[in-house]
T-cell receptor, first 113, second 112 residues
């Protein structure tokens, strides 16, 4: 099946620990994105990558880091510097960055205890 | 950035058409209108998008007014599975980029 996978679906971490969220796509898309969603709110862009080995900060990048070493993978690390990490994290991809429709993965719900 | 305004909630009877409005009065000429929906605790699902002309696919129809200041998403025969939050988004071009700005959307509740 073609699509975007995120794992795990639920993740629990202790305060002060870094945690990495996985995002994989087999759609051969160049561009990938990470969004954060808080309860009752819309999505906010954390980081995006137009192409492999490239990425840029979105609107709320502080406390997060990413890498894009492979076209199909765009992991997001939530660092201990992120003040309010508990949220629903969504990964998306699109054929290209300039014009194409974004498709979303199922999301990872992170809870920091 | 062009912003959108949507009603926070709507109800629809199963089997009837659901018409979801969206205002985007500051939209630029080269900006598309996109619609996504999100069922609780799932990732957003792409529905449809358009620029000027009305569009239809297997999921829905999109009607854009001639002045492009508003649009309506139509689900022709709503079912219980269509209960979700529906987001109307204007795709922002930032240096040729593809940033989607999600608001809080419309919670559509389809009832028997």
């Amino acid at each position: 099946d073609g699509g975007i996978t995120q794992s795990p679906k639920y993740l629990f971490r202790k305060e002060g620990q870094n945690v990495t969220l996985s995002c994989e796509q087999n759609l051969n898309h160049d561009a990938m994105y990470w969004y954060r969603q808080d309860p009752g709110q819309g999505l906010r862009l954390i980081y995006y990558s137009q192409i492999v080995n490239d990425f840029q900060k979105g609107d709320i990048a502080e406390g997060y880091s990413v890498s894009r070493e492979k076209k199909e993978s765009f992991p997001l690390t939530v660092t201990s510097a992120q003040k309010n990490p508990t949220a629903f994290y969504l990964c998306a991809s699109s054929m290209n960055f300039a014009t194409d429709t974004q498709y979303f993965g199922p999301g990872t719900r992170l809870t920091v205890l | 950035d062009a912003k959108t305004t949507q009603p926070p909630s709507m109800d629809c009877a199963e089997g009837r058409a659901a018409n979801l409005p969206c205002n985007h009065s500051t939209i630029s000429g080269n900006e598309y209108v996109y619609w996504y929906r999100q069922i609780h605790s799932q990732g957003p699902q792409y529905i449809i998008h358009g620029l000027k002309n009305n569009e239809t696919n297997e999921m829905a129809s999109l009607i854009i007014t001639e002045d492009r200041k508003s649009s309506t998403l139509i689900l022709p025969h709503a079912t219980l599975r269509d209960t979700a939050v529906y987001y109307c988004i204007v795709r922002v071009s930032t240096g040729g980029g593809n940033k989607l700005t999600f608001g809080t959307g419309t919670q559509l509740k389809v009832e028997l």
